[in-house]
Structures are given as C-alpha cells and as structure tokens.
C-alpha cells in the first residue's frame, strides 16, 4: 500500500459556515504527514467554502458526492463536473449505497459516472456494498462483482485511477461495522476482479466504510487489504476526525 486515505462523506450535513467552523478547530489539530491524506466530501454547496479553507493544504483532497455526467444543460437539480471543479473538487462518491438505494442509482449509471470523472481527470470514488440479507443468503461477493460491473469496458489505466470503497449496507449509520476480516474477504474479490482486468495490486486502494469511529479505526486500517477509510457520521465533529485521521496501522 502506498498510501492511506482518510475519507469524510458528510452526507447532508454542513453548509458553508459550518463547514467553515469545522476546518478551523479541524486544521488546528491535523498535521500532516507523508503518504498519507485526508479526502472531504461535502454537500455540493459547501464544496467551494471547504476548498478556500483548504487551498494551502495539497494533501487534503475536496469532492463530491453526486455528479451528473451531461457537461450542462437542462437537467434541474444536477451537478455537472466542470461545477464542482470551478468550485474546488478533485474526486466524487459514485454508487454511494445511499444513491443506489434511496434514489435508484443504477449499475449502467455508476459507470456512466465513472467514466466522465476520469475523463475529466477527476478520482471517481466508486462504492460497493451488500445488504445484510445478501450477506445472509451467501451472495455478498457476488453482489460486489455485479456493482463492479459499472467499470466494464474500462482499460487497466483508467481502473487503475480508481479508488474503491467496500460499505456494507448493514454496516452504515448502525454501529456495527465489518470485521477486518470481513472486509479483507471482500477487498481481496475487488483486488481478484482488477487483477483479471490487468491492474497490479499495488495500483489497486481499496477504502473500508460503515460505522468507522476513533475506537474501531486502527484495527481496521491495520488488515493489510484496508487502504483507508470512508467514514459517515463520525467525520461530522471535528475533533474527533483529527483523532481517526491520527490512527495508525499496528
Ligand atoms: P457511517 O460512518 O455513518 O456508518 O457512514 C458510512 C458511509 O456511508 C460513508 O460513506
């Protein structure tokens, strides 16, 4: 691994000077350190409020958490790339189980979206995650393939460029997370399905989230298949995201 990422998704929490007063408290307690970074994903309208208080800090990546694939047009309610790049941001969630499951995000739409980030230049974060009756029936691995599914046709480079997320459904927003071990299962399915479409594993990161906190954070990032985390309600209150940004693998 060569890197570790630390990712906040504030869902729909935090406009503008909220997310101002959260960097403030924030930038006073994180230092920065070599190989690793801190990736924000505000609602779209604080985008360009987290981006100005962070313009100084390279390590700290700014994204979204939707996007729409058309460059501009008549599509009320969307965010298009070149938006949220004029307002800061340098990566977008894409599949988020939220998007899926609450506003029917399909597998042809995670990969519509895939592509015009990375056509863009843009890091596509793309989410992956079973429900819990998947998990029961035996069909979590299979449910991951499907959702990866979103990136066929895509070549080795630009999967390459991909940083992946592996949240379990039932893991999100309950306080129960995945063991390491049962996210090593799943983020070794991911590294076999890149590695059949030729991308070496050290070009692969595989990101852990669903219910993340400071007291479970090191003995998640210390399994060797977790590159980092995508943390939801635990990245909402700024001194205890300086204390998970902080944890290191044992
Ligand atoms: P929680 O950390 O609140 O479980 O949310 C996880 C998540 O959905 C991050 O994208």
Known sequence: MSKLIFAGNWKMNMGPAAARDFLKVFLQRYKKESGVEVWIFPPASSIEAVAREVRDRPEIVVGAQHVYWEESGAFTGETSIPIIVDAGARAALVGHSERRHIFGETVEDTGRRARALLDAGLTPVFCVGEKLEQREAGHTEAVVVAQLGGLDGLNASQLSKIVFAYEPVWAIGTGKNATPADAAQVHAAIHNWM?????????????????????????????PTIDGVLVGGASLEAAGWAEIVAARPN
């Open 195 to 223: 590695a059949g479409r030729g991308v070496a594993r050290r070009d692969v990161t595989v990101l852990y989230g669903g219910s993340v906190k400071p007291e479970n954070v090191v003995s998640l990032i210390s399994e």
